[in-house]
């Protein structure tokens, strides 16, 4: 164990308070790299191919084809009838100019950050997050992308085993997006993921549902676990950002602060809607939000972290 700590040396993770003096000091300037911002394409192209991998296809999914679940050690899915069925043609995404990740970080409460994240060209969000009028003028209410965890379908929605209606109507938020689910992950999740399909395709809805492609977010994983992220499994904000990056000329990220006082010392809640904490053992989101504040010093993204207005 001693040679361990004589080989690497000790890597400490800056206290919350030093990477808020940090973000204080730096302030609210910054300065677009189209050199960074085409250096984080080429290395996300190379290693993920966001644009083409991103889902689940009919074209790099077909039948036969052996989905390996990239959140179990050994267990995986052979692409069947049923499944090709359902998976769309080919990626129904395209390059991007402006787009805007929108986190759920409580620092998004009174940010008055709306405006600016409906104008985005492109809006992804996490975990079908509430939209309600009271959060409008925060987080804005145009949403392109939606992920959803197949955990919420089974504690919010009752596995949509009785009524599908709440769910339904409670999706009618999120326009004629596309949700994104990660249906090959874990193996509790594959039921449910593909329950949420069906409710969405027997009623009269515009979403469009994408599944997950589990060899994309093994990848993500790994191209940032190569850069110092070692959470046991990203977060679902960072796969969004590594697809942002891969396809959009400008990235702007909003709710990702994963502390619990604002720039101005103020505390606030882990969520813009509820203060419910994160499980630690399966991410480390400051160890992300310090990728992210790097990306942002170097202009390949902006992150937002203060005011709007
Ligand atoms: O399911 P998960 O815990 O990943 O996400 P969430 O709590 O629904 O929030 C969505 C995303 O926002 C997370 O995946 C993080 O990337 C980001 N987030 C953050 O950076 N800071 C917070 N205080 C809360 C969320």
Request: aromatic share 14%; charged share 20%; net charge positive.
């Amino acid at each position: 164990v001693l040679g361990w700590f004589y080989v690497f040396p000790a890597y400490r993770l800056p206290s919350d308070k030093e990477i808020v003096e940090e973000v204080l000091g730096l302030g609210e300037a910054w300065k677009k790299n189209q050199t960074g911002i085409d250096l984080y394409r080429n290395l996300l192209t190379e290693c993920c191919n966001p644009r083409w991998m991103f889902s689940v296809t009919k074209e790099n999914a077909p039948i036969g084809k052996v989905l390996w679940y990239d959140g179990e050690y050994y267990y995986s899915h052979t692409v069947n009838n049923e499944t090709y069925s359902i998976f769309v043609q080919t990626t129904p995404l395209k390059p991007l100019k402006k787009c805007a990740v929108v986190g759920n970080g409580g620092i998004l409460r009174h940010s008055k950050c709306g405006r600016d994240i409906n104008q985005a060209d492109f809006v992804m969000r996490c975990n079908l997050p509430p939209l309600k009028k009271e959060y409008l003028e925060d987080v804005g209410n145009k949403t392109h992308l939606v992920t959803a965890n197949p955990s919420i379908i089974e504690k919010r929605f009752q596995g949509l085993f009785w009524s599908r209606k709440a769910f339904v109507d409670y999706l009618k938020a999120y326009g004629s997006s596309f949700i994104y689910m990660p249906a090959f992950s874990m193996r509790p999740g594959t039921d449910p993921s593909l329950r949420a399909y069906y409710a969405i395709t027997d009623s009269p809805s515009n979403l469009t549902m994408l599944f997950a492609n589990p060899d994309f977010l093994r990848n993500v994983g790994k191209f940032w676990k190569a850069r110092g992220v070692h959470a046991m499994r990203l977060s679902t904000g960072l796969f969004l950002v590594s697809l942002a990056l891969g396809m959009c000329d400008e990235v702007t990220v909003y709710g990702f602060w994963p502390f619990s006082i604002r720039l101005d010392g103020q505390p606030i809640s882990h969520h813009y809607y509820d203060n419910i904490l994160p499980d630690k053992w399966i991410h480390t989101m400051p160890e992300e939000f310090v990728q992210l504040w790097h990306l942002h010093k170097s202009g390949t993204l902006r992150v937002k972290v203060g005011s709007c207005r």
